[in-house]
């Protein structure tokens, strides 16, 4: 997905969030048995854009009060780290009358890589952090009639 923007702002085209040239997904499951069900899920896409920065440190120049500031020099001149992603899920199906019932555990990012979904800064602490899941379990019981 290629995605450039211009805002007419002076400041010239720019890649918009949901640039990613490159993407990849694969899906690979395998019924174990009237009951099981296993599946495994891999995905990679390119580093979203976010800006290029300066941070200016102190920036009120009072010991009691300090802040920092974060200046954009460009507006997503840089990317952040490649996405990738494997998940796991095992089902369990059976039945008892009219019911179905799936019992499930389904692990997301199972490599526990932290995800860059997005850019943000502290100005108390003047550090640059990053906002995403890292692994991430659920559980539960499907019910049908």
């Given at each position: 997905m290629y995605s450039k923007r211009n805002n007419n702002d002076g400041l010239g085209e720019y890649d918009f969030l949901f640039?990613?040239?490159?993407?990849?997904t694969m899906l690979v499951s395998y019924k174990a048995g009237k009951h099981w069900m296993l599946a495994s899920k891999f995905r990679?896409?390119?580093g979203k854009p976010t800006g290029s920065y300066v941070i200016h440190s102190d920036i009120f120049n009072d010991p009691?009060?300090?802040?920092?500031?974060?200046?954009?020099?460009r507006r997503d001149g840089n990317r952040l780290k490649d996405f990738n992603s494997w998940d796991i899920r095992v089902?369990?199906?059976?039945q008892i009358n009219k019911w179905g019932f799936t019992a499930f555990a389904d692990v997301v990012n199972i490599l526990n890589?932290?995800?860059?979904?997005?850019?943000?800064?502290?100005?108390i602490t003047g550090i640059v952090y990053y906002d995403g899941l890292a692994i991430f379990p659920s559980f539960g019981l499907k019910i049908e009639y």
């Open positions: 640039s990613q040239p490159h993407q990849f990679y896409a390119t009691s009060y300090i802040r920092s500031s974060e200046e954009i020099i089902d369990f199906r059976f890589r932290p995800d860059q979904n997005e850019q943000r800064f502290n100005p």
